[in-house]
T-cell receptor, first 108, second 115 residues
């Protein structure tokens, strides 16, 4: 099975940088995804890591360490529209299992 | 627009009733996943179909069932509904290559309210 742990909420200022951590335990691993979800809306894809290291995509970067069962999502130059829940998800065992998400609140 | 279509968008029904939620995946996607998201809860994986065959089952209740049809659309059937079944139900589709999945594209969800 899969066990995914994320902190629940954080507040950050517009323009700042925030790091969202995700630790996991899984019996099968094909990759790790990060999704953004605004309240009441569908999740949207942010990034995907299958090998160790950093993947950069504009203002978002994601890091993976498979040996440590650890990933983080880095959000730079925060904007008000980045206020959302950020979901870490593990692909393995023919499923994509999501963590409960980390709520980020961006304040002016 | 993700290209994944879910109907109905909203549904209000009574306890004990049965409902069917429908999902049309993106053109070309063979995989369909169903998720349940209750208020302030994470996305709970229910079931995954690939090209008409069940691939994996999550914590799906026995009162719930699903299938994927030859045209690749999928239906999630919820029966003997309880108050606790009130939730947002998401369908997602993806292209799958061997053991790797592409990103999942989510539909806008079907909001079920059981009174």
């Amino acid at each position: 099975g899969q066990n995914i742990d994320q902190p629940t909420e954080m507040t950050a200022t517009e323009g700042a940088i925030v790091q969202i951590n995700c630790t996991y335990q899984t019996s099968g691993f094909n990759g790790l995804f990060w999704y953004q979800q605004h309240a009441g809306e569908a999740p949207t894809f942010l990034s995907y890591n299958v090998l160790d290291g950093l993947e950069e995509k504009g203002r978002f970067s994601s890091f993976l360490s498979r040996s440590k069962g650890y990933s983080y999502l880095l959000l730079k130059e925060l904007q008000m529209k980045d206020s959302a829940s950020y979901l870490c998800a593990i692909h393995g065992n023919n499923r994509l299992a999501f963590g409960k998400g980390n709520q980020v609140v961006v304040i002016p | 627009d993700s290209g994944v279509t879910q109907t109905p968008k909203h549904l209000i029904t009574a306890t004990g009733q049965r409902v069917t939620l429908r999902c049309s995946p993106r053109s070309g996607d063979l995989s369909v996943y169903w998720y349940q998201q209750s208020l302030d809860q994470g996305l709970q994986f229910l079931i995954h179909y690939y090209n008409g065959e069940e691939r994996a089952k999550g914590n799906i209740l026995e009162r719930f069932s699903a299938q994927q049809f030859p045209d690749l659309h999928s239906e999630l059937n919820l029966s003997s509904l309880e108050l606790g079944d009130s939730a947002l139900y998401f369908c997602a589709s993806s292209v799958e290559l061997a053991e790797n999945t592409g990103e999942l594209f989510f539909g806008e969800g079907s909001r079920l309210t059981v009174l």
